[in-house]
Structure formats: C-alpha cells, structure tokens
C-alpha cells in the first residue's frame, strides 16, 4: 500500500503510466482528478505520455474532486482553470467529458446531488488521484467528516486556508467554502492513488501511517480501500519507519 519513491518525477512517471494503462485497458474509463502542486508533474508527464504515443482519449470522462465556491467562473485559481491550464487544454479533451462540481450554483445541494448521481450512472469511478492536505483531508473533506457522506459543500478549515493562501494574494481572498465529491464516491472507485511530496508533508504522511480508520485523518479510510495506493517521494516518507 505504501511506496516510497526517490523523487515527484518517478511518482509521475509511475502515476501516469497507471492512468494510461487503465485508459488502454478501458477507453470509456471514468478518471477521477485531483489539483494541487502535487498533481503539476504528474500532468505534464501524462501530456507528454499521450502526445507522444497519440493514446486516445475522447471517450474517457473526468471527475474533479472539488472546486471553491464563491470564485467568478474562469477566475485563475478556480480548480476549473487549473484543469484547462494543466490537462484538458493541452490535451484537447472537450469539455462534455469533463466535471468539476460547480461553486456558483445556485443551489448547491441540487449540484453535489446531481454530481453524486452522474458519478453513480457511470457504475463509480475507475481510478481516483488523490493529494493529502496537511491536516489530512483528501479532496477537501477536511476532518471530522463522516466516512459515508458524498459530495456536499464544506466550510473549510483554517489551516486549509493556510495553506492554500499561498496562490491567492492574501488570505482574504481565499475562499472559505468548496464543493467537495465525498468520501463515499473516493472510496468506491476501483482504484485509489494518494500522492504525497515534499518534506512539508512528511508529518502528515506519519499521522496517516500510524492512524487507524479515524474520520480526524479524512486519508485514514483508505486503508480499508481493496486496491490502494499511497505513494510518497523520500522527503514526504522522512518520518515513516523503514518499508
Ligand atoms: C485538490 C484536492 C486537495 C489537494 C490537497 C493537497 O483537488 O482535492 O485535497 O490534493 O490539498 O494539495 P497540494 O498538492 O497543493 O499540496
């Protein structure tokens, strides 16, 4: 389940093989995504990966984790852009086979129901990528979330903000809430990748290590997950025993 890696590039290279192997293998596959730094190189050597072996991707759908509520559409730190910018564009994916969940709705639980349902009508996800936030939330079900619930919309925490104030400005224009797929719809994909990197994570990835299934480590469920990954580079792995 845990895998230690020498560096972000291996993990990206071995992430994006995984995601080819699963579209090969299936072409209509159902791709949950993730944003976030740690997702940067495992896009890019995905684009490379397909524009090099001319992979055909216009039957797959994709399904993003979460995206912040309140932002204008398009804004530059919309979960939405970072997929065009990092993915979709690049790749020429059309945006009928794209979702993210919607922050402008205009009512948001008839959103994250209707996003529940559509993940449900294609049978669940084939793989979900997923990063760790420092406090251990995974899409942003940040802890204390119930283990059941699926997508809603959540107050994020303080440290969330924190930490994902450094692509804003200031923290003031970090939003406080995200519409987030719940650990519900994570857990019935058929594959699960965590990917955890840089030192900055390596106390997280102790927690996550040490912990029992416990909703204060949203992460901690996967290890009940029947095929997980959770693979780190040596600097999120520092803190882990030898494994
Ligand atoms: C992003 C997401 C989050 C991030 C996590 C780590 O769609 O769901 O759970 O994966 O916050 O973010 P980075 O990779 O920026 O450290």
């Known amino acids: 389940m845990f895998k230690i890696f020498s560096s972000p590039e291996d993990i990206a290279k071995k992430v ?9 293998q299936k072409p209509s596959a159902a791709l949950g995504l993730a944003t976030g730094s740690t997702m940067e190189p495992v896009y890019a050597y995905f684009v490379k990966q397909v524009q090099e072996t ?12 979460d995206e912040y509520i309140g932002l204008p559409f398009g ?4 979960y939405w852009a970072f997929m065009q910018q990092h993915l979709f564009e690049p790749l020429n994916i059309a945006q009928a086979q794209t979702h993210l ?8 639980t008839d959103e994250c129901e209707q996003y529940t349902q559509k993940i449900q009508a294609l049978g669940g996800l084939d793989i979900q990528l997923l990063g760790i936030g420092s406090n251990g939330h995974i899409g942003f079900n940040e802890p204390g979330t ?14 969330t903000r924190l930490d994902n104030s ?41 927690h996550l290590y040490e912990s029992e299934p416990d909703p204060n480590m949203p992460a ?3 290890k009940t997950h029947p095929n997980v990954k959770i693979w780190l580079d040596t600097e999120a792995a520092a803190l882990l025993p030898k494994i």
């Open 16 to 24: 994006s093989e995984l995601l080819y192997s699963t579209i090969k």
């Open 54 to 65: 001319g992979l055909d991707l216009s039957q797959v759908t994709t399904f993003n984790l």
């Open 75 to 78: 804004h530059p730190q919309s």
């Open 101 to 108: 969940p919607c922050g402008n709705a205009k009512v948001l």
């Open 146 to 159: 119930p283990f059941d619930r699926c997508t809603h919309v959540v107050d994020l925490t303080e440290e």
């Open 166 to 206: 450094r692509f804003f400005n200031d923290l003031s224009e970090m939003p406080t809430q995200a519409v987030t797929m719940g650990i519900a719809e994570i857990m019935s994909a058929k594959e699960v990748v965590l990917v955890a990197t840089g030192l900055h994570k390596s106390k997280t990835m102790r």
């Open 220 to 222: 901690s469920i996967l």
